[in-house]
C-alpha cells in the first residue's frame, strides 16, 4: 500500500459554496483506500492582499531586506557555488498584489505554506525522502503558485538547500511567475546537451530554479528517456538538495507525470475548491496508481483573489 500522511492534506483558502462542501465531504467520508485522506482545514487563508492598499506607493510597500531574506547555509557544494546568481521581481508581485510568501509574510497564505513547508520537511526527513513532484488534475488549479511558494518558504529554513524544476513543458510558468528573465531549456538540459551549471539559476544561497520556456511536443517521451532520469540524478548528486519541487503538467490532460514516477518520492496534488471535483481526485488516483506515494492534497482557491497569473 503506498505511503500517505494526512498531516499533508491542507487548505490554503477558504471554501464557501454548498456544491464545493459537497464535494469536499465526498472525498473526506469515503471508505479507507490508497490515497483516500480526510480533509482537515490548515487555514482560513483568502489569498486576497488589502484592496484599499495603494499600489502606487510600491517604494513604501517592499519590505525591509531582513525579513525577506533567508538565513544562509553554512556550507555549500561546489557545483552549487559555480550556479549564476540571479534576482526574482519585487515591483511585479507588489502592484499585482500577489502573496509572494517572501514579500508578504503577514498574509495568512504565506503561513500556511510555513506551515505545510515544516510538514513536508517531516515527512521527507523521517522516510528520508527528497523529491516532491507537484501536480493538478486540470490547469488552472495554482500548480506553479503552490510550486514556487513552498519553494521559497523552504529555502527560508537554515542551512536547507531547495531546488524548484520547471518541469511543466507543456505549459512553463515558473519564470512568470518569479519575475526572472527565462532562458532556461530543459529539453536541451534533460538531453544532455546543456551542463547543469549552465542551465540552473540561484535565487539565494538557499534556492536554485531550473527554468523552462515554449511548449515541447514530446515532453512525456522525454520524462520517460534514461538519459533523463541519469541527468537528474546528476543534478541530486551534485547539488545535494534537502528537497527538490517538480513543477509538473495536469494529471488528466497529460501522461507526463506518470511517464516521471520513477524520479519522484511523492506527490502533492493540488486541488482548486472553485473548479476541481471529487470525481477528478478519484481520476487522478487511479491514473497514478497504487504504487504512487501520493504526500496530499491542497485545497487552493483563486476567485475574486487576482491571482490569475499566478495559477498557471
Known sequence: MAYHDPNLVTDVAPVNSTEQRKDIKEMSDQSPRPFRRKAALLAEADLRLDPEADSGSVSEQIPEIDEIRPLLPMTL????ERLRRVPFGVRKHLLARAPLVNFFRADPAAKAFDVLRTRLLQTLKAQGWSRVAIAAPTSGCGTTFTAVNLALSLARVPETRTVLMDMNMRRPGVAAAMDIDSGGQMRRYLKGDVEMVDHLVRCSDGMAVGLSEGYVTDAAELLHAQFSHEVLDDLTDSLEPDVVL?????????DDLVAFTSQVDGILLVADGTQTTAAQIRACEEVLGSDTPLLGVIL?????SGLENYAF
Open 77 to 80: 557544494p561546489e557545483p552549487w
Open 246 to 254: 517538480y513543477d509538473m503538467p495536469p494529471v488528466l490532460e497529460h
Open 300 to 304: 487552493n482557491r483563486g476567485r475574486g
